[in-house]
């Protein structure tokens, strides 16, 4: 099969963009996109369609299996990550990558996400004291902890811009965590940071739930950080179904 | 002031850069990328420490003993005694700052894992790792709005910054976002992972641990330990671009190892092991697969039958392994077995430091799974966390007592030779060389074939400096498992079938204009270091 890869490329943030693109030849349907790039940057010989040389792609990568949210990016539009992106889905082998708009471009498909730890520094994400879990809610700890940072959620989000008041999902994962185990010293001040931060930028649009590259259930650590920290209740304990 | 440099965020980094901010004491943590990438959240299934919390009499010791015997003796008995016996008070910590480890009815459960009899395991289904650095980032977050913890994000390291003494100044590093290379002075504490990038494709572990730190640091005179002892783990699967690993978590809880003999099922770890079965050391288990393959009447493949688990231990304990395993392989573990095969997962090998994280420059520590230490021949499973965080604590608090006040008194040398990369085809070239003599088994004569394929490799080309440090550390590693003559944990010798007392040494490599020198060093006595 041959994959018609087209890729908006920047040489720096100063540079133009431009786009090359580059016909890939692959029997392996298995491939993800993210191979596909590896595959593309050592091989110095790769030319794009035009007969220019294809300078290596700057890309981030680490795990390759959806685990770390390095590769984020835009693929084909819909911002996910390219090792979650198998060459089989693009029935028609045409695929446009690009960099998360939401944050400064560094190179190529390199964005700079430090905003999001800037956000989780600005609201305090830590525990001043020793943690006090609530078992009842572990599953919600759990399921909170896995977030990436990966920032795919934020670029569908309608409310999140990188130097908003509003930090987004990637935000209210970590905040929620923390709300089910907080020292009472803390509570307050998380629980006024979560209204400014999260709870009031919130339009509860749930783009966010649809594009987490983890499955993570947005919505039920949504409603259960609103309760603990603007309704101010328990969190409800999830139900857990042993055929999932 | 005293400065201290720390090469990589992940968990034996978080662990370093805490230890010194709880200290009061500054800290500069370089990473490529963000802690949230580091390889450390892949770790699956669980950390041990003998809390005995399932009531089976497990202590501080028999984890030591379990832990000195899967290193089939090669382990500093000194470290691993400092290890276990902190190792429940680092699992406390862990639940203190809030991992979500898996409780029932207020106690801390532990699993069952490879080489222990006794269940001594902590976990949070099988993503632990992923949970343990979700908590100390918030830990290290903490510090880091204290102004202790001082981020460099974005950053590679190049090299070290040697005086004329050989001790070490600082490192020298370049912002990959911004091109800009600086020097930075003080105490440098390497934990910057396992040499992943010598294998590129064919190990569990992820892209960022490209193994030019530890080539670096090898060509400016660091020496290394037992760099022939390479982990292959015995359950993991191709997934486009790697191994994935299916955790140990999976046998723990019940899984079975069969390959079809004459047209049945031969559950043969549990014949050949009536004992630990399933569960023997990773070495052993690895073994056994590469030898049952070849066995007569056998098929070409071993499968990891966990059909029988129960929907409960799917739920609550693996739930995301089988998520992994349906979205990549489109197979449901829970209906049908997965086809397994040994692949590389850990580097008991690396940077030679003593009991106390000591690497053999003055001013120089390493930890985590880019130093030699704890795991001796073998890992355990359940250890490398506990290494991790155990070795970055030691190594921080050794640092903190020995530091001087650091002063920029190094020659700075202005050209930087190691901004080229390598060249990815060389770097799969040595791959496949290395891969070819440092397989499961070896012997004298592929191992001298692949020493003598890597000086054709090196005499046909112009290296850049990279690809000259990458081949001079693949010829290392491979002369190491030439002149270990004998047969000990994961680097089995057809030749030399049985251990031999006489190698009960350390093997340290060390390279010396350009060529790599050999010896072996006896272990430790326990109460040695100071």
Not at chain 1, 117 to 124: F, S
Not at chain 1, 136 to 160: H, I, K, M, W
Not at chain 1, 213 to 233: Q, S, Y
Request: glycine share 8%; proline share 5%; hydrophobic share 40%.
């Amino acid at each position: 099969m041959t994959v018609t890869l087209t890729v908006l490329r920047q040489a720096s943030p100063d540079d133009a963009p431009y786009r090359q693109t580059i016909l890939f030849e692959t029997d392996d349907m298995q491939m993800t996109v993210a191979s596909m790039l590896q595959k593309i940057n050592a091989d110095p010989a790769c030319t794009d369609t035009e007969g220019r040389a294809v300078t290596p792609i700057r890309w981030e990568c680490s795990c390759l299996q959806k685990k770390c949210g390095a590769c984020a990016m835009r693929i084909n539009g819909r911002p996910r990550l390219a090792c979650d992106a198998l060459l089989s889905e693009f029935r028609r082998g045409r695929i446009l990558l690009e960099p998360l708009r939401k944050f400064p471009v560094v190179a190529d498909l390199t964005v700079d996400r430090s905003i999001l730890m800037q956000n989780l520094m600005r609201m305090q994400i830590w525990f001043a004291e020793d943690a006090e879990p609530d078992e009842a809610v572990r599953g919600l700890t759990y399921d909170a902890s896995r977030c990436l940072q990966c920032g795919c959620c934020l670029e569908v989000c309608p409310n999140f811009c990188a130097d908003g008041k509003f930090y987004g999902m990637a935000g209210l994962l970590p905040a929620a965590r923390l709300l089910t185990a907080l020292p009472e010293s803390q509570k307050e001040a998380m629980q006024q940071a979560y209204r400014k931060h999260l709870y009031e930028g919130c339009g509860k649009s749930l783009a966010c739930h649809d594009i987490c590259p983890a499955g993570i259930p947005v919505d039920r650590l949504l409603v259960n950080a609103n309760a603990a920290a603007v309704w101010k209740r328990r969190p409800r304990r999830r139900r857990e179904k042993p055929d999932e | 002031m005293k400065r201290f440099l720390i090469i990589g965020a992940g968990l034996s980094g978080l662990s370093a850069a805490i230890t010194l901010a709880e200290r009061g004491l500054p800290c500069a943590l370089f990473s490529l990328q963000p802690s949230e990438r580091a390889q450390s959240v892949l770790a699956e299934g669980g950390i041990n420490a003998a809390l005995n919390t399932m009531h089976e009499d497990d202590s501080p010791a028999e984890h030591f003993a379990d832990t000195v015997r899967g290193g089939c003796g090669l382990a500093d008995p000194e470290a691993v005694r400092g290890l276990t016996e902190h190792a429940p008070e680092i699992l406390r910590r862990l639940e203190r700052c809030g991992v979500p480890f898996h409780m029932q009815n207020g106690t801390l459960m532990l699993r069952n894992f490879g080489g222990q009899k006794k269940k001594r395991t902590a976990y949070a289904r099988s993503s632990t790792g992923k949970m343990i650095m979700t908590a100390l980032i918030d830990e290290a977050r903490k510090y880091e709005a204290a102004g202790l913890i001082h981020r460099f994000p974005h950053h590679e390291f190049l090299r070290l910054l040697l005086r004329a003494d050989k001790s070490c100044a600082g490192v020298r590093c370049r912002d990959c976002y911004t091109g800009e290379i600086r020097d930075y002075f003080g105490a440098v504490l390497l934990c910057c992972g396992g040499m992943n990038g010598l294998f590129p494709e064919m190990t569990t572990g992820t892209t960022q641990n490209s193994g030019d730190a530890a080539a670096a640091v090898f060509m400016q005179g660091v020496p290394f330990g037992n760099p022939e002892m390479l982990q292959y783990h015995p359950t993991t699967v191709g997934i486009s671009g790697k191994r994935c690993l299916v955790s140990e978590a999976a046998r723990g809880e019940g899984g079975r190892l069969f390959i079809e003999k004459n047209g049945a099922r031969w559950y043969f770890m549990e014949e050949l092991y009536p004992e630990l079965g399933n569960l023997m050391p990773r070495d052993v288990v690895a073994r056994e697969m590469f030898r049952v393959r070849q066995s007569p009447g056998c098929g070409g493949q071993v499968y990891l039958d966990l059909t029988g688990l129960s929907a409960e231990t799917w739920a609550q304990k693996l739930s995301d392994l089988r998520e992994e395993l349906i979205a990549y392989l489109s197979l449901d573990p829970k209906r049908e077995p997965v086809p397994v095969k040994e692949g590389i997962h850990y580097f008991m090998g690396g940077i030679a430091v003593d009991a106390k994280h000591r690497a053999g420059l003055r001013g120089l520590y390493a930890a985590g799974e880019c130093a030699c230490q704890y795991h001796g021949a073998n890992r355990l499973g359940g250890n490398s966390m506990l290494g991790a965080l155990y070795g970055g604590k030691t190594a921080a608090e050794t640092a903190a007592a020995e530091a001087q006040d650091a002063e920029p008194d190094c020659p700075v040398q202005e050209d930087e030779p190691l901004l080229t990369p390598a060249d990815p085809r060389l770097i799969l070239q040595i791959r496949d060389i290395l891969l070819s003599g440092l397989g499961i088994v070896r012997d004298e004569t592929t191992l001298q074939g692949a020493l003598q394929s890597l000086a054709e490799l090196s005499a046909a080309r112009e290296s850049n400096a990279r690809e000259k440090a990458r081949l001079c550390l693949a010829g290392a590693m491979l002369q190491a498992a030439l002149e270990r003559r004998e047969s000990r944990g994961a680097h089995y010798r057809a030749d030399f079938p049985q251990s031999d007392e006489a190698y009960r040494k350390t093997t340290v490599v060390c390279c010396e204009n350009g060529a790599a020198s050999v010896k072996f060093v006896p272990l430790p006595e326990e109460g040695a270091s100071v």
